[in-house]
């Protein structure tokens, strides 16, 4: 049982440094992916019993090498015969660019060329070592589906001819952009997943929080990977009290406090406290802020709601977010009171059409303010918008309770 | 995103009075929509449903036995034909799927422009909670 586990986690953090290995000898990103896929697959199943070899990585490069000639061989009416030489050399010992490489990997399976929906399958899978079907178990499609998915995400970065090397200059700061935003989504859909009835998809967001980890480690002087890092960590803190005993969801204000993680806390803020004053303020840093301080509330009351609101008037600003804008409003109510909320709502309703969550917070001003029937309204409207059975749930009980006072 | 798209019944033009060359052009521009969804790894599942003849329609208030009506005719626009359900990028990405559903041709060559229902499926609550 903790032999497999060992195993698990040694062969995720191999899996990018093995494929980039592949990758720089052959050329062939696709290809290597899948052999390297197969290599880990055998690897999984036999060092539990078997035992670790004492060269994990050349072991896995010896094996993915010869499965990578198995696919050319296959596929040889197309190749040429020279391609074959990369698996007659030796097994390497480690290489020195190791991490780099899995960064090269990131940043290539973050292209922008890939949309999100290809971008994150890919990205668990080739640096994330997970398998295709743990990765369609947690997105909850068939296996077949998940494996077109990322054959095609392979064969668009093939047909782009994106060089394996990091990008540089002008491009640097969109790409890393780019890598920032696929991890949030896979934190995102994780996290997201972990509420409700499906609790048994795979960790995703656990991942998400790894691979942050291993880039923040390679990138310290970037101040929004930290921020980002921090974010995830302040928001993963809360998930042992989002849901209830039933699955259902739990506001903020109403969560059990004691059930949140101190540890993952604690070290959200230390890695926000050392980033926030070089001053290169970006929007994971502000989100990540604004989630320190309801996670430093001891009671909700205790929230320190002027901070968030001009933490949010920031984000506004900087994003143009109109997400950021509604949650302003909530904060503006929680400072100036409930009307004040509602003022500031006024002119979202063109920038965020039929979104559920507009009708949601409108709800829960015109509750804060005193008028019930208006809120039940809102939430009635904001129950049948959302796509989410939980909220729709929530959203429902809101109004019930409110027709029953 | 996943999204069911559905089709209904036509009882006003119904396909057996379809001459074989258009049955053929109809199902070849279906099956080329079906092979695009499926090699994007967009398609989680599609089903045709038999027709109106063989849909039994059942209510029951738990106690009695229940009532059981035979394919009822007057209702049948109303019933599925067939779906597919897509995990897709976004909704646009549906509506386009859907579109090009609706435009597969019909008899004469002419596009069918039957109305095509695209419902999201319900998912995971947002990360705002």
Known sequence: MN???????????????????????????????????EALLAAATQWPDEGTPSNPRGWLVTVAARRLTDIWRADAARRHREDLAVAREPAAPAEPSSMDDSLVLLFLCCHPVLAPGSAIPLTLRAVGGLSTSEIATAFLVPEDTMAKRISRAKQRIKASDIPFRMPTGDEWTGRLRTVLHVLYLIFNEGYAASAGPQVTRTDVSGEAIRLTRALQRALPDEPEVTGLLALMLLTDARRPARTGPHGELVPLAEQDRTRWDRALIAEGVALLTAVLPRRAIGEYQLQAAIAAIHDEGATAEHTDWPQILALYGLLERMTGNPMATLNRAIALAMVDGPHAGLAALTGLDSRLPGHHRL???????????????????????????????????????KATRLRTL | MKYLIMMTHSPDDPVQDWTPDDVKSSWAHMQQIHQEMTEAGELIAAEKLAGPEATKIVASDGVSAPVITDGVYPEAKELLAGFWMVDVDSEQRAIEIAARTSAAPGPGGAPTRKPIVVRPIMDAPPPEW
């Open chain 1, 3 to 37: 032999a497999g586990a060992d195993v698990e986690g040694l062969l995720r953090v191999l899996a990018p440094q093995v494929l980039a290995v592949l990758v720089r000898r052959s050329g062939d990103f696709a290809d290597a992916e899948d052999a390297v896929q």
């Open chain 1, 359 to 397: 009708d949601a917070v409108r709800a829960h001003l015109l509750e804060m303010a005193g008028d019930p029937n208006g809120a039940i309204t809102h939430y009635l409207r904001a129950a049948g918008r959302t796509t989410s059975l939980a909220e729709r749930d929530y959203l429902t009980g």
